[in-house]
């Protein structure tokens, strides 16, 4: 009986977003949970550059485009193609693959003060595996932290909760003065998607490869070894 009346509430909930967001026009329903991670945490300045992985259809690139105005510059990846909008590049591509983070490292000419990552793996349904997925996408994440954001940057990331999370905590402890896990009313209450909020980036801490070398990998495997 719980069990339905949750789903009943999540229902209404996510309702209440996805006409939200078309009243408002945004792309998706996740612009919400990237403005209430920023109205709590103070993410965005006006002026800021923002990369924004996983970033189609456009949601949380349209809210950091906003709240960096009218100075900032936004710069959305995704592996699909994302309908254009004014004042954000972007670029379609894997993030995994050496080419698309060359072309990331080309265009962002300087370094990132935010780092976003609403990437999410294609759902197996599985609950480790979804968890494995998204824990290597979350290392990529890290590894773009590690090349170009900006001491005392922020990163704000997506990861499917499961046995591997405390790993990747440590390995964002090491890099980040202050982490905090938050999940927003706008996510799913079903949903094992949390947020990790990290702010205050050390800087360069980790040796990094030459960005033009063909074989870029993560600098740090993540407990599992599946990278
Ligand atoms: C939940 S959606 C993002 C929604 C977006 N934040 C918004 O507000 O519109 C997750 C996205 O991650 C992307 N993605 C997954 N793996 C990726 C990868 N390896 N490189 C780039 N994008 C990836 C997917 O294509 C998908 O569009």
Redesign the pocket.
Known sequence: MADLHDRWVAERRNEHYYKLAKKLNY??R??FKLIQIDDRFGIFRPGDSVVD????????CQVAQERTWPNGHVIG????YIRPMEGVETIIG???EDSTMRELLNRFNGKADVILS????NIAGHYSTDHARSIH?CTFAIDVCDRILKKDGKLVMKVFMGDMFDTLMAELEKRFQSVKVHSPDASRPTSSEVYVISQGFYGKSVKLKNVNETDKKPEFKAKGGFI
Not at 53 to 60: I, K, N, Q, R, T
Not at 77 to 80: A, M, N, P, Q, T
Not at 118 to 121: I, L, R, V
């Open positions: 792309r998706s996740a612009s992985l996983g970033a189609c259809p456009g949601g949380w990846v995704d592996l699909r894997d993030i995994t609403d990437m999410a793996p996408l």
